[in-house]
């Protein structure tokens, strides 16, 4: 129970730090790229839900807490980039990043209060999205992220969400290891074949 709670305070300090330091790079951009806002939201209410949380079973295998962390610092590492080549308009950024978020928020607000950054279980949600694939939140966390990296196409960017996305892949496989060990888990999976793309994934 102890180093539960060291891990959950620790999670907590981390990334508030770490939105901080985000959005105060980020924010004086908005009059520029008013879609900016839209990143903000959907990369910072994480941190918000994870202030409120409930208290669950967490894994300790640092594996799954590195992809986590990594997963979830270097989508917060990105920047608006002036030098950057934009790849399609900004109207066709705004759609997809409202897109993202949308899906972001619907499948957060089920999850609410169990939400984490590494493996837990706090209960498994089986409603609203999560009747498609059984992890909408980082198909939301994709079209957002593809959106701003298509306007802000630069080295730096590129290798951030490079990470991020190896790093998601490698946070849900740890994800279904954890929960699989829950029944009703398990019947969750055999009842939403796809992970996070329908038909795909």
Request: net charge positive.
């Amino acid at each position: 129970m102890h180093t539960n709670r060291i891990l959950d305070w620790g999670e907590r300090l981390f990334l508030v730090a770490l939105a901080a330091t985000f959005l105060q790079a980020i924010l004086p951009r908005v009059f520029e790229h008013p879609y900016v806002i839209l990143l903000a939201i959907s990369e910072c209410l994480p941190v918000v839900l994870i202030l409120i949380r409930k208290p669950g079973t967490m894994t300790r295998d640092p594996l799954a807490w590195l992809f986590a962390f990594l997963g979830t610092a270097a989508p917060l590492l990105v920047r608006p980039a002036p030098g950057g080549f934009a790849m399609i308009p900004e109207p066709v950024v705004a759609a997809m990043m409202m897109s993202g978020v949308a899906v972001n928020i619907l499948a957060k607000v089920a999850l609410w209060r169990s939400f984490g950054l590494a493996p837990a279980n706090r209960g498994v949600r089986s409603g609203g999205l999560y009747r498609l694939v059984r992890h909408p939140m980082y198909l939301g966390y994709f079209i957002s992220q593809l959106a701003f990296l298509l306007a802000n196409f630069t080295v730096g960017n590129i290798v951030k969400y490079a990470l991020t996305w190896s790093m998601q892949l490698l946070r849900i496989r740890e994800e279904e290891k954890f929960l699989s060990a829950d029944p009703a888990y398990r019947e969750l999976q055999g009842r939403v074949r796809y992970r996070v793309l329908p038909g795909l994934y």
